[in-house]
């Protein structure tokens, strides 16, 4: 697998490209649409999060999981429980949330190098669905059935913002970091040997890439990602019950990721809007269209657009570039058809 | 002593209905290496149908047979309108296909049936057989019993019928079952509606005990993935034997161990299957795959 | 007559063509080796020949064409191919095997030619009940022999079968081919890379070089050809 390096956009394009998407998030998002609507935007950012540990562990590291939901759990209840029974403020509970789902996803990486490829996902999904009856039985500390109330952190008195605004920044800024920080993950030398350890064992081996340990950091960073997405969930829902983290939640991240581009950083975004729009409309309808949209989502997704909207739309817009005369035309068809290529052989 | 017995043998009963779902798992997989998460989904709809043919009039046992010969062709039907086409594909693809048949399953059936539970009777009666000192319940008895004549049957058909050869030579190796005149793909076929009908048997047995409802099969497929890890996923005496075990021990640690009781038995699954494929990744009765770079 | 006849065949796999443009009969009762080095095409004939690689061209087998026909209908219309690599089901038992290989015939047949091939194979008949996959590689080159012959094929397609083999294993191989052949009539195309004996058991031969056929002759004539001699029979 060659790596293909990005034509280069001339910096005109590029800051005219930062500044729409800022204006996008900073302005549109908090300020011009209706309140309710900015904590659900709020939850997109905790699921684009979450997704983009999926994009590190799935689509770079060919690892398939679909119990990401017990990472989001165990941050969630970090976060619950340093706040109602420790007191913490809840900031300073994210720090650990996302050190202790690092932690127990390099204690569950450990098995997953030795789970090859179906292994792997039968068993995060087994862990996904024992999560919630864990989180009853051990009431005493999680509250049970009855979760546990955090509350919405408060704005400081000195920023005119209202609750959800607030959260939202918090969000927005938490999520801003680690999309740079998987953006550097995914550039230069460690890119290359992710791809090379996902689509040739034996290349990757001659490169003198280390396929377990690389497995187990990408499994234990994308469980950190997914920590995070759950210590900020638990402050924009101000409530945690074992049942938010059930099979479905984890299914649903992963249709988020395959439906956003599971290579696509940036249709993260679009796969969280995805799954926290889509039940609500289709709810409107009826309670199981849901589920159905989400399956049929899957499927043609993977049928029609392999790479994911997200891909699909980062490919229009370098093809639209290159048409712009900003870019060279044959250097963006070859970073197309690498992206593809690479969308097809996710996980082989 | 008694209770002990009693957890024994209804650990064999509940052990025998993962065993048929366990048992859709590995011939799905040995036919055509792939697990298929949509399985236990695939039950649910079973059952429901067995209901809803119920709800037109019809008894229970002739229900519940369409059901199973309707499972079958659904089972076949699956395989050549979405695994076939799906050979040559990444596994990702292959599992995100079968995840969203699971989502779409499920959410058919909240749809058709809504999410209200719903009755289905027991195939047996409600008696009690008294055996010396202990008694059985009849269904208990009878899911066993029903078991191990679907498992016999099935021993017979691959065992002594020219059919049930040819499909375990195109599962072995296909490329030479060709040579030799054997249609894959119809083996393989029947394999996917076998596999279809064993887990609409495995459905019908275990609504009675779970109540008819969209997610029933959440709890018991959970085990069969711990049967078919355990026995090993190509295995098909594996899925008997680690079927079985799982009910046993599910059964025993949820009434001797209090710290887990019947609420956080499912974490016996996940002990299982985790601890299977850290110790022995091919299972107890798996063969041994050689890793090729 | 010939019981085989191509004309103007290409094959390959996907779009990379491998043969060109081959000739080809073998007359009844006859058989027929394909010698060439590594790479020239010998395998691509035979799976041409047996319908399990793509194919263009005329092929006649017994007076109806086969080059349209799927891989299971070439082989119900009497074309038995043991693979390179033996290809048994080494999940199944010897017996097993055996009773596959006439997965498309009447049980009763079936049984009579069982006891008849096991008479070539005695081996076999002693491991009967044993895996496939434990047997030795000559055993398992009878076993496949044997399955192949249980279709009761008119054309036998041998691809490569003393590889991996001791050479006195080789030779009693191709002595009970010879023997079949004498008894039962069986034309048999025999692809070979060293080719020593198995020009002791043919009739003729051709040689096929970067898929083409750029000899052919009779099987004596073919050994006595210095470039086949130097070539392919390790003769200085």
């Keep these: 697998m060659s790596v293909v390096v990005k034509p280069r956009l001339p910096v005109a394009v590029r800051i005219a490209t930062a500044i729409v998407v800022a204006i996008l998030f900073l302005y549109v998002i908090p300020f011009m649409i209706p309140n309710y609507l900015v904590s659900q935007f709020a939850t997109v950012l905790v699921f684009a999060i979450a997704i983009v540990g999926i994009n590190l562990v799935t689509g770079y590291g060919g690892a398939i999981t679909l119990g990401h939901a017990a990472f989001v759990a165990l941050g969630s209840y970090t976060t619950a429980i340093l706040t109602v029974r420790y007191g913490w403020n809840p900031y300073a509970t994210i720090p650990v949330a996302a050190a202790l789902s690092w932690i127990a996803g390099w204690c569950l990486g450990f098995p997953a190098l030795r789970l090859q490829g179906l292994y792997l996902a039968l068993g995060t999904l087994v862990l996904s669905i024992t999560v919630p009856p864990v989180l009853k039985r051990f009431d005493a500390f999680t509250g049970g059935v009855q979760g546990l109330n955090v509350g919405n952190p408060a704005p400081p008195a000195s920023v005119p913002l209202d609750e959800s605004q607030w959260i939202y920044f918090v969000s927005l800024a938490i999520a801003a970091v680690l999309y740079v920080v998987a953006r550097r993950i995914l550039s230069g030398p460690l890119r290359r040997a992710l791809v090379a350890a996902r689509d040739n064992q034996l290349v990757a081996a001659v490169m003198g890439v280390n396929r377990a340990r690389l497995t187990t950091a990408t499994f234990a960073m994308s469980s950190l990602y997914a920590g995070v997405a759950g210590s900020l969930y638990a402050m924009i829902v101000g409530f945690v019950s074992p049942d938010t983290f059930n099979v479905m939640m984890s299914l649903s991240l992963f249709v988020g990721a395959v439906v956003g581009g599971i290579t696509s950083l940036s249709g993260a975004f679009i796969g969280a809007m995805f799954i926290q729009f889509v039940p609500i409309w289709a709810s409107d309808i009826d309670v199981s269209l849901g589920g159905l949209v989400f399956g049929g989502a899957l499927i043609l997704t993977l049928v029609l657009i392999p790479a994911g909207v997200g891909g699909l739309a980062e490919r229009w817009y370098l093809r639209a570039c290159a048409r712009l005369g900003w870019t060279e035309a044959a250097a963006t068809e070859t970073a197309i058809e690498a992206s593809t290529r690479g969308a097809q052989h996710e996980a082989t | 002593m008694t209770l002990f017995a009693n957890q024994l043998i209804d650990g064999l009963a509940d052990g025998a209905i993962y065993a048929s779902l366990a048992l859709a798992l590995v011939f799905s997989y040995r036919s055509t290496g792939i697990v298929n998460f949509a399985q236990g989904e695939m039950a649910m709809l079973s ?236 299972g107890l009765f798996g063969r041994k795959k050689v890793v090729r770079l | 007559m010939s019981l085989l006849t191509i004309e103007g065949l290409q094959a390959g796999y996907g779009e990379r063509s491998v043969l060109h443009d081959i000739d080809l009969a073998i007359s009844e009762r006859k058989i027929q080796v394909v010698l060439g080095a590594n790479g020239a095409g010998k395998t691509t004939l035979l799976r041409a020949i047996s319908g399990t690689t793509t194919r263009s061209g005329t092929i006649m087998f017994d007076g109806k064409r086969i080059d349209r026909l799927s891989a299971r209908k070439v082989v119900a219309s009497g074309v038995a191919h043991v693979p390179q690599g033996r290809g048994t089901f080494a999940d199944l038992t010897v017996d097993e095997n055996i009773r596959l290989g006439a997965y498309l015939r009447s049980s009763a047949e079936a049984r009579q030619d069982r006891e008849r091939w096991l008479t070539y194979f005695p081996r076999l008949q002693e491991r009967l009940s044993q895996q496939a996959g434990s047997l030795s590689g000559g055993e398992q080159q009878m076993l496949a022999i044997a399955r192949a012959l249980m279709l009761r094929p008119r054309l036998l397609l041998l691809d490569e079968p003393s590889l991996g083999l001791a050479p006195i294993i080789t030779q009693s191989l191709f002595k009970t081919l010879a023997a079949i052949r004498e008894e039962t009539g069986m034309t048999m195309l025999i692809v070979e890379q060293s080719a020593n004996l198995a020009l002791e058991v043919a009739d003729s031969g051709v040689v096929l070089e970067s898929g083409r056929i750029v000899l052919r002759d009779s099987a004596q004539n073919l050994a006595g050809n210095d470039e086949v001699r130097r070539i392919y029979l390790g003769y200085e």
């Excluded at chain 2, 594909?89 to 989502?103: D, E, F, K, Q």
């Excluded at chain 2, 040819?166 to 076929?189: E, F, H, Q, W």
């Design chain 2, 47 to 282: 059952a429901y149908v067995t209901w809803q043919l119920m709800a037109w009039g019809l008894p229970l046992i002739p229900a519940a047979l369409i059901s199973i010969v309707l499972s079958f062709i659904a089972g076949a039907l699956l395989y050549a309108s979405i695994v076939k086409p799906l050979s040559h594909a990444s596994l990702l693809t292959v599992v995100s296909v079968l995840i969203g048949l699971y989502l779409a399953l499920n959410s058919l059936a909240g749809f058709l049936w809504t999410y209200t539970i719903k009755a289905l009777p027991s195939l047996f009666p409600k008696a009690h057989l008294q055996l010396g000192s202990f008694s059985v319940s009849a269904e208990t008895a009878g899911i066993i019993a029903v078991v191990g004549v679907v498992l016999l049957l099935l021993y017979l058909l691959f065992e002594t019928t020219k059919v049930g050869l040819a499909m375990r030579g195109a599962a072995s190796t296909p490329d030479s079952a060709v040579l030799v005149g054997v249609s894959v793909p119809v083996m393989l076929l029947i394999g996917w509606g076998i596999a279809a009908a064993l887990g609409a048997l495995s459905g019908i047995l275990v609504a009675p005990k779970v109540f008819l409802n969209p997610t029933m099969m959440f709890g018991v497929i959970i085990y069969a993935f711990a049967a078919a890890t355990l026995g090993g996923f190509d295995s098909v005496v594996g899925a008997v034997v680690g079927g079985l075990l799982v009910g046993i021990v599910e059964n025993l640690v949820g009434t001797y161990i209090p710290w887990i009781g019947p609420d956080l038995k499912i974490i016996v699954a996940l002990v299982l299957i985790f601890g299977t494929l850290l110790i022995k990744p091919d």
